[in-house]
């Protein structure tokens, strides 16, 4: 029972993956209506966003957000959008995903992550011990 809805989950997970994709490639596609575009828009970058509404932190409401505006914004522009549009931007967005990943951008991106958040701490503790010495 928990292997199967595992199952499901994960199946759930990757479609959505796909959908944010795609949603992204509808709302580059000159097909789309202008208004459907700025929602796509709007959607795929508040989904790809590390930057939440409500952050994740908060009990409840930071994860509920996520959990209930994602997939309405998804289930809107994918419910409005016109099948040919869909269609293509489903394509890209299998071709993109399925391409191989680069284990050594991903390394140096961390890197780059850690290394800015060293410079982050040393320079808060200068400055912090400036503030005590004065």
Do not use: C, N
């Not at 209506?33 to 994740?56: F, G, K």
């Amino acid at each position: 029972m928990a292997m199967r809805w595992f199952g499901q989950a994960k199946t759930l997970a990757r479609r959505l993956k796909r959908d944010v994709v795609a949603v992204w490639f509808a709302a580059r596609d000159p097909a789309t209506p202008w208004w459907l575009r700025a929602l796509a828009l709007a959607v795929a970058a508040y989904a790809l966003s590390p930057i939440d509404l409500v952050p994740d932190f908060i009990p409840v409401l930071g994860v509920l957000d996520d959990l209930l505006l994602v997939p309405l914004g998804l289930w809107l522009v994918l419910r409005w959008l016109p099948a040919a549009v869909l269609e293509r931007a489903r394509r890209r967005a299998a071709a993109l995903l399925e391409r191989p990943r680069s284990r050594v951008a991903a390394v140096l991106i961390v890197a780059l992550w850690l290394a800015a958040a060293a410079a982050g701490v040393l320079w808060w503790t200068r400055s912090t011990v400036t503030i005590a010495q004065a």
